[in-house]
């Protein structure tokens, strides 16, 4: 059987090396612009937006339990809030409520603050 002319002298050696431009390009393309990503990439996407979640759930019941831990939260310094709702919230579902996710849950918990000062003003 005779091999096809595409495949004969210089040819393969070609194929070979289009075949790799292709795939480098297809890749740079893909992950440049396409929207791809590693296994790593996504799941820190994943993590930050579970952590976003935790954060909210946190904050709104710390603003359950009532004016007077708001109080305590409020004459606290800023840098030991987080250490006032670790006080009285050790979980949100079934995270637990390490510095990071408290640091986020503050955060939360000054922005709605923030948020009804601004509402109530008009």
């Given at each position: 059987?005779?091999?096809?002319?595409?495949?004969?002298?210089?040819?393969?050696?070609?194929?070979?090396?289009?075949?790799?431009?292709?795939?480098?390009?297809?890749?740079?393309?893909?992950?440049?612009?396409?929207?791809?990503?590693?296994?790593?990439?996504?799941?820190?996407?994943?993590?930050?937006?579970?952590?976003?979640?935790?954060?909210?759930?946190?904050?709104?019941?710390?603003?359950?339990?009532?004016?007077?831990?708001?109080?305590?939260?409020?004459?606290?310094?800023?840098?030991?809030?987080?250490?006032?709702?670790?006080?009285?919230?050790?979980?949100?579902?079934t995270s637990t409520l390490d510095y990071s996710l408290a640091r986020a849950c503050a955060d939360m918990i000054n922005g709605k603050v923030l948020?009804?000062?601004?509402?109530?003003?008009?």
């Amino acid at each position: 059987m005779e091999r096809p002319l595409f495949l004969t002298g210089d040819s393969p050696s070609r194929l070979i090396q289009g075949a790799i431009a292709g795939a480098a390009a297809a890749m740079l393309i893909g992950f440049t612009w396409g929207g791809w990503m590693t296994t790593g990439g996504a799941q820190k996407k994943a993590n930050a937006a579970v952590d976003v979640v935790v954060a909210t759930v946190c904050a709104d019941e710390f603003m359950a339990l009532g004016p007077e831990i708001q109080a305590e939260y409020k004459g606290a310094e800023k840098y030991r809030q987080d250490d006032v709702i670790r006080a009285h919230i050790q979980k949100v579902g079934t995270s637990t409520l390490d510095y990071s996710l408290a640091r986020a849950c503050a955060d939360m918990i000054n922005g709605k603050v923030l948020a009804a000062a601004n509402a109530s003003r008009g």
